[in-house]
């Protein structure tokens, strides 16, 4: 069935560190991408998409690019801040009866001053 | 900017009590679903509502689970006997209809429920 893998966290790094969260999925066809940002205490905010292969979606500094041989999409961001400290998810959205989202498990950030 | 907007934010209730979650998807849209969080876990699928029919739902959303558009705007989840294990952050989501492949769906705030 469809997937979502992302890499396990926490991930910790000081303000203006790289940052990359790992993604892959499994999927049959083409589904489209998404990384989504739960900050503390709130809900779900769509952070990217990408809808097909080679397309690059990016955000607020952050950018992913759907990997369609590789079945990945890793996030990426050249300097974090400490505002960017939240829980990523990585997700996949395909028609499967009614268009549902798949999320992977998420990755906590935290970005140290 | 539209959102989905959900009430109550927090719901707490006692085991085998019903509870009804509330939520208003954007306007113009035409897909419908819950989603739950249980506590440091990942976003699970509950179920998926279009014209007025479930169009798909998981494992998880059994006999004790139903969805209702009630009226023109409002899109309910209910749980008819709560149980501890149903304590979790319930997300309604909404999504425009058409030919778009994007899927993307927007996300209300969660409503937190807590059985005791």
């Known amino acids: 069935g469809n997937s979502v893998t992302q890499m396990e966290g926490p991930v910790t790094l000081s303000e203006e560190a790289f940052l990359t969260i790992n993604c892959t999925y499994t999927?049959?066809?083409?589904?489209?991408l998404f990384w989504y940002v739960q900050y503390p205490g709130e809900g779900l905010q769509l952070l990217l998409k990408?809808?097909?292969?080679?397309d690059k979606g990016s955000n607020k500094g952050f950018e992913a690019t759907y990997r369609k041989e590789t079945t990945s999409f890793h996030l990426e961001k050249g300097s974090v801040q400490v505002s960017d400290s939240a829980v990523y998810f990585c997700?996949?959205?395909?028609?499967?009866?009614?268009?549902?989202?798949?999320f992977g498990a998420g990755t906590r950030l935290f970005v140290k001053a | 900017e539209p959102e989905v907007t959900q009430t109550p934010s927090h719901q707490v209730t006692q085991m085998g009590q019903e509870v009804i979650l509330r939520c208003v998807p954007i306007?113009?849209?035409?897909?419908f679903y819950w989603y739950r969080q249980i506590l440091g876990q990942k976003v699970e699928f509950l179920v998926s509502?279009?014209?007025?029919?479930?169009?798909?739902k998981s494992e998880i959303f059994d006999d004790q689970f139903s969805v209702e558009r009630p009226d023109g705007s409002n899109f309910t989840l209910k749980i008819r006997s709560t149980k501890l294990e149903d304590s979790a952050m319930y997300f309604c989501?909404?999504?425009?209809?058409?030919?778009?492949?994007?899927?993307?769906?927007?996300f209300g705030p969660g409503t937190r429920l807590t059985v005791t």
């Open positions: 999927a049959t066809g083409y589904p489209s």
């Open positions: 509502f279009y014209n007025n029919e479930i169009s798909e």
């Open positions: 990408a809808t097909k292969a080679d």
């Open positions: 306007s113009n849209h035409l897909y």
């Open positions: 997700a996949l959205a395909k028609y499967t009866g009614g268009f549902k989202t798949i």
């Open positions: 989501a909404s999504r425009g209809g058409g030919l778009a492949r994007t899927y993307e769906q927007y």
